[in-house]
């Protein structure tokens, strides 16, 4: 008899709890979210938030600690942002929407696709992507080896949306670091990364006015400090001859020039 009194007690007591706390919510609404602040590079992407926004976390924040980590993963699925929040108070939270930064174009499947500096991928004509505002690199566009589970007859559909880069990157960031910021690099139009007896071997098609370089670098045949200052030379030097020509720098310690003709794939050493 005591006991199913005191379980009585137990279930009135819980109920007056709850109550009192509902109570005191109704009026001093402690539980409603007091500050949403979207910090976004764009109009258009705080309209996106909103538009995923669960109204609920309005009237109870806590939910929204477990929604913001699906929101941010459907946004960075759909469109090429980061996203980060965080909260700052009781009920109160900021949010982050940045864009990617945009860095090299890649061919793969007949399409060209931009890879952030975030290791981030996605197709350049998806125009449901909301990149508008993007600075998208123009040149060089970057020709790679396929991917090691694609055979010639693949024909699995294209990937959509935002994902992460299906190729590795360090070989082209270690590329890039050494020679992106070389004046004569801003000419390079295209390059095929391929291997060669076990190295990595980079073919350049460099451009100037109506003249066309195939600039082929190997790695460790040739210091890069001095290949950079040498094909600087090089190019001023050819540039002010005229005509087309293959530099060839997979050599040990030396680079080969040759002219070659619109037509034909070889000519004089130099």
């Known amino acids: 008899m005591a006991f199913r009194r005191f379980r009585w007690f137990k279930i009135a007591f819980y109920t007056m709890l709850i109550g009192g706390v509902w109570r005191l919510n109704e009026r001093y609404v402690w539980t409603a979210m007091g500050e949403c602040e979207v910090r976004a590079d764009a109009s258009v992407l705080e309209e996106k938030f909103w538009d995923i926004f669960p109204s609920r976390c309005l009237r109870f924040w806590p939910l929204f600690l477990r929604h913001s980590q699906d929101m941010s993963a459907f946004l960075e699925r759909t469109l090429p942002v980061l996203v980060s929040s965080r909260m700052t108070g009781v009920g109160t939270f900021i949010v982050d929407i940045k864009w990617l930064s945009p860095w090299i174009l890649v061919e793969w499947r007949g399409q060209i696709w931009c890879i952030s500096k975030e290791g981030r991928m996605w197709n350049v004509a998806d125009g449901t992507l909301g990149s508008r505002e993007l600075k998208i690199p123009v040149k060089p566009l970057w020709r790679l080896p396929s991917l090691p589970t694609e055979t010639s007859g693949d024909m699995y559909a294209l990937p959509g949306g935002v994902f992460p880069s299906l190729f590795s990157i360090d070989v082209i960031e270690g590329f890039l670091r050494r020679f992106a910021n070389e004046s004569w690099f801003e000419n390079v139009e295209e390059i095929v990364l391929s291997r060669r007896a076990g190295a990595n071997l ?23 400090r001095e290949l950079n200052v040498a094909l600087g030379h090089i190019l001023k030097r050819l540039q002010e001859e005229g005509g087309n020509y293959l530099i060839d720098a ?21």
């Open 250 to 270: 997979t050599y040990e310690g030396k680079i080969v020039v040759r002219s070659v003709s619109s037509s034909a794939g070889e000519g004089s050493s130099k």
């Open 202 to 224: 980079f073919n350049l098609r460099f451009v100037h006015e109506r003249q066309e370089f195939t600039i082929l670098i190997q790695q460790d045949k040739y210091g890069w």
